[in-house]
């Protein structure tokens, strides 16, 4: 099973996870970071790379983030792949610990439709 971005990357975006993991499983959207299920190759090295803990194994993804399975598979296929490290999102300090946060997902899409 692979390894699932859950909302807790919304707004903070840190991209340590980018440079540890060995498959280019990363993709990037406007705030947030998420991993492709068919490229991710379960070896968990991004895990401990995240400052914000939000990446999970899918089958131990918490209860209040189970959407998160799904919506990385829907958008790593619309977003581009991340290969290196980019500089965390501005005012990411103030998101750290504050729980789930989909509603303030910005996608692509959206601000094409805008």
């Not at 099973?1 to 707004?11: G, K, L, P, Q, R």
């Not at 968990?44 to 790379?49: D, G, L, S, T």
């Not at 983030?65 to 005012?91: C, F, T, V, Y």
């Not at 996608?107 to 094409?112: A, F, L, S, T, V």
Request: with cysteine; aromatic share 6%; proline share 8%.
């Amino acid at each position: 099973m692979a390894y699932v971005v859950t909302s807790a990357c919304i707004n903070c975006k840190h991209s340590t996870c980018v440079e540890a993991c060995p498959t280019d499983s990363f993709h990037e959207g406007p705030n947030m970071l998420v991993i492709h299920p068919e490229d991710c190759i379960d070896c968990a090295i991004c895990v401990p790379e995240c400052p914000e803990n939000a990446i999970f194994d899918a089958a131990e993804v918490p209860e209040n983030e189970q959407e998160s399975i799904g919506r990385n598979a829907e958008l790593a296929d619309r977003w581009p792949s991340i290969l290196k490290r980019s500089p965390a999102m501005n005012g990411h300090e103030a998101w750290h610990n504050a729980g789930p946060r989909w509603n303030l997902l910005e996608d692509y899409k959206e601000r094409i439709n805008a």
